[in-house]
């Protein structure tokens, strides 16, 4: 890099800018900073240009949070940021005539941005790059030829080659010489644009005659350390004399010309003069011999009329100015031509609209910037760099950012801006923006340029799965196969990727002491609900299950719903007959011979353990007896008229109980009836009434009889009483003829149908009216034997303590004495009973039932068919 000292300190410096900028990013105000350096061209790689960390008085150990991240530019790539400590380093060798041609200064500039946890800084860095003297002078030309005429006069000036120097400064062109010589000197000058040039001058008269040529050297050395030099040979012809030369009016036109002038312009009309005659007065103009071929590609010089044309279009913006010779001879032999000095100052023209270049801070693509949803407000978005090749005014941007709110714009330094947001933002309801940047300058007229700019929002996890409704009402018929599907659950989670990816859970509970899932499973992909078990209505009749769903994202998020299974009832129970006690199917019902129509002989009570429809019961007799009709709604059994001895061949029905159900579901019931003789007993009823919800079955020759029966009542009790009566006088003179058999009296008072045996010679204590519990009077009376009297002839035997009898009014509550106990209602009278007796079997079910349902009871269903024909 010739002769620069291998160990030269680089200086660095650094300028703060007195605007600050509001640039709210990370809760803190940045400022915009401009940090200048300085580097030489051709330094090798990774030559350290400066630190920012320790420019900018930063202290790692403190803030070791504090890195650095170089924002891409069009020129970023010569210099390498260290992001840790922001260390610049040379990333490319830096050739700075390539870069920067022949300007004075040049610089590398781009942007850095300084991020830590408190602060964010936009730093714009200017490194400048010091010229080496790499380029020796050059002269375009290695040799050339003048012609000077004889009598060319002292101090005539000829204008010779420029030799061209890349360098700069001091490394420019500093100086020419020529060789030695007695009739030639130089006189070196500078061109408006700085370029360094010499001119021939004639210092001594020549004479063809004496000597016809010169050869001369001239030698361009530059300022550098060590200067380097270039030579070109100069041969100097001398012509014979004309003797007038051409003479323009001025030697120097300075002519002004808008860059947008058109070709063919005339810039200037040039006017030379010879007073000579003929050919040696006839002036012709032209360039001069040392006119540059980018001069003539520009520029024209019309050869008679002298007039300056402007031959190509020109731009400010490559060259603001333009000097060189025109020169004026005439047609004479050995013309002397005369030199005039035109200077074409390029003058400045609207025409370049102002550059826009957006940097992200997330560079993905040149048009796009990406910004987490989740950023606050005032976070950095985009550096938006501008620039106008023009000048002055027209040079000047005035730049504004269109398209939404949530964005502004804020200069930082210079022509330099940025996006920052001004509000929240939230993906779900705007997921991008499309901005547009308008630069405009401050031409007359401006132009603009305009920019379309999107900003994408990158996805948080900010929204939980929300399910399609919160409580979910499915049902499922019971008896379901294991495995049956129920439903499907759906959330929707308006978050992006893994953020909305959803899987379903069943939250653990206990149903009936089992967890939940045990009963129910769920497809954690689908949401869908199968049915583990097969469900029975009458076991469980509701599942309330809580059903989570939880995206993927991070945190995870949540949301839940609750899903009410209804098990719904299938006919799948029968009726089940509760009453009459049943024996395989059937039941024994006791009837009284005299029973009058309407009497309700029984009441078959069913239930069914299934619900609604299913279990809404109707009764019906599908077979048998035609003297009884059935309530098919409550099932009672009646007598549809009154008993003949046609009726006692037919003494069984078959009743059929049916659900409402679909398909209904019947059970069957036999009722066989055994004919007693005797009175009523006082828990029965008349069937009087026909409700409108009732459905009577049988012969329609019922509703005749419940009329009859209930209008006869009165005479029918009173028959009764005179019976009683005979027999009770008859049974007074028999004395201890009696028979010794008694009437067993059931007590339970739950059971519709008391059984009661009746002898020929055995008489009923009729009851005034049909109750449900029976009325006893009399008084308990304590017995010394096993027979006893009351004040009003009648005793009621406890078998199970014989050492008292109790009036039947102490007995108005029969079951305080419990189930076991077998009352025996007995006529005043003198009585023997024998313990040993067959009619009266101490055994008893258990159940609290009358013996006629025990197995060794001697009263059972023979017993009774027998008695039947005792008494016929």
Wanted: net charge negative.
């Amino acid at each position: 890099m010739g002769g620069i000292p291998s160990s030269r300190v680089l200086w660095h410096w650094w300028t703060v800018l007195l605007v600050f900028v509001s640039l709210p990013f990370l809760s803190t105000l940045a400022v915009g900073m401009i940090m200048k350096y300085q580097t030489f061209e051709e330094d090798a790689l990774s030559t350290v240009i400066g630190n920012l960390a320790k420019d900018m008085f930063l202290n790692p150990s403190d803030d070791s949070k504090t890195h650095f991240k170089m924002m891409k530019q069009f020129n970023a790539s010569f210099i390498r940021l260290r992001e840790k400590d922001g260390q610049l380093t040379i990333g490319e060798q830096i050739d700075r005539e390539k870069i920067c041609k022949n300007a004075i200064q040049c610089l590398v500039a781009f942007d850095v941005v300084s991020l830590s946890i408190e602060q964010f800084q936009l730093i714009h860095i200017e490194v400048e790059v010091k010229d080496i003297n790499d380029h020796a002078p050059e002269f375009p030309r290695k040799e050339s030829t003048l012609d000077i005429s004889e009598n060319a006069a002292l101090g005539t000036r000829i204008s010779l080659d420029v030799a061209m120097d890349e360098d700069v400064g001091s490394n420019y062109i500093q100086s020419y010489q020529i060789s030695v010589n007695s009739h030639f000197t130089i006189d070196v000058l500078s061109r408006a644009d700085g370029v360094k040039y010499a001119e021939l001058v004639l210092m001594k008269e020549l004479d063809r005659e004496t000597q016809a040529s010169y050869v001369l050297e001239l030698v361009a050395t530059d300022g550098g350390n060590p200067p380097r030099s270039s030579t070109t040979k100069i041969n100097v012809k001398v012509k014979d004399f004309n003797d007038n030369s051409p003479v323009f009016s001025r030697t120097n036109f300075s002519v002004d010309i808008l860059e947008d002038s058109p070709v063919g312009f005339v810039l200037l009309d040039l006017n030379a003069v010879d007073p000579d005659d003929g050919l040696n007065g006839e002036v012709v103009y032209g360039f001069g011999n040392q006119v540059p071929l980018e001069i003539r590609q520009r520029f024209s010089v019309d050869r008679k009329s002298g007039q300056l044309i402007l031959k190509s279009l020109i731009d400010f913006e490559s060259k603001k100015t333009y000097e060189f010779d025109i020169q004026a001879s005439d047609l004479g032999p050995n013309p002397r031509p005369s030199i005039c000095k035109v200077v074409v100052q390029v003058q400045d023209v609207n025409d370049n609209a102002p550059e826009i270049t957006i940097t992200p801070m997330t560079p993905v693509t040149a048009e796009i910037a990406y910004i987490t949803e989740a950023a606050a407000k005032g976070s950095f978005v985009a550096l938006i760099s501008t620039a106008d090749r023009d000048s002055g005014a027209n040079g000047q941007i005035h730049c504004t950012l269109y398209g939404h709110n949530n964005f502004k714009l804020q200069q930082a330094y210079e022509d330099s801006f940025i996006i920052v947001t001004t509000s929240p933002l939230d993906r779900e309801q705007i997921a991008e923006y499309n901005l547009t940047v308008v630069a405009q300058d401050l031409g007359s007229p401006p132009l603009r340029t305009s920019k379309q700019y999107t900003i994408r929002l990158s996805d948080e996890n900010d929204n939980a799965p929300v399910f399609s409704k919160p409580v979910y009402e499915v049902s499922l018929m019971e008896n379901n196969a294991p495995g049956a599907y129920i439903t499907t659950v759906v959330a929707r989670d308006l978050d992006l990727g893994q953020n909305s990816e959803i899987s379903y859970e069943l939250l653990d509970t206990y149903i009936i002491g089992s967890p939940v899932s045990t009963f129910v499973s769920l497809d954690p992909a689908t949401g869908s609900l199968y049915a583990l078990k097969s469900f029975n209505y009458e076991v469980l009749k509701q599942l309330q299950l809580r059903i989570q769903a939880s995206d993927r994202g991070s945190p995870q998020l949540q949301g839940s719903a609750i899903i009410n299974l209804k098990i719904v009832d299938q006919n799948d129970n029968a009726p089940s007959i509760t009453q009459p006690a049943l024996n395989n199917s059937s039941a024994v019902v006791l009837l009284p011979k005299d029973a009058p129509s309407g009497y309700v002989v029984t009441q078959i009570l069913a239930r069914d353990a299934d619900e609604g429809v299913n279990a809404e019961l109707s009764f019906r007799i599908s077979e048998g007896a035609s003297m009884v009709s059935i309530n098919r709604a409550t099932g009672e059994i009646y007598l549809n008229r009154e008993l003949n001895y046609k009726d006692y061949e037919n003494l069984r029905i078959t009743v059929s109980v049916s659900d409402n159900g679909r398909p209904s579901l019947t059970t069957v019931v036999t009722i066989d009836f055994n004919i007693i003789a005797g009175s009523l007993p006082s828990d029965r009823s008349i069937f009087r009434h026909r409700t409108d919800e009732e459905t009577w079955e049988g012969d329609h020759s019922v509703v005749i009889i419940v009329v009859l029966a209930g209008s006869c009542a009165l005479l029918l009790l009173a028959i009764i009483l005179i019976a009683s009566s005979c027999n009770k006088q008859k049974k007074d003179n028999r004395g201890d003829s009696h028979s010794g058999k008694e009437d067993i009296v059931k007590a339970d008072g739950n059971h519709s149908d008391p059984l009661i045996p009746m002898h020929s010679d055995i008489v009923f204590d009729i009851q005034p009216s049909y109750s449900n519990k029976p009325n006893f009077s009399g008084f308990i009376q304590t017995c010394s034997d096993i027979s006893c009297s009351s004040e009003d002839g009648t005793c009621v035997f406890d078998l199970e303590d014989k050492s008292h009898c109790v009036k039947s009014e102490d007995y108005s509550n029969p079951p305080a004495y419990g189930n076991a106990m077998r009352l025996i209602k007995i006529w005043k009278g003198t009585s023997t009973l024998s313990a040993g007796d067959p009619q009266f079997s101490g055994k008893d079910s258990g159940n609290g039932d009358s013996d006629f349902n025990d197995s060794d009871s001697d009263i059972s269903g023979d017993g009774l068919r027998k008695g039947k024909h005792q008494n016929s």
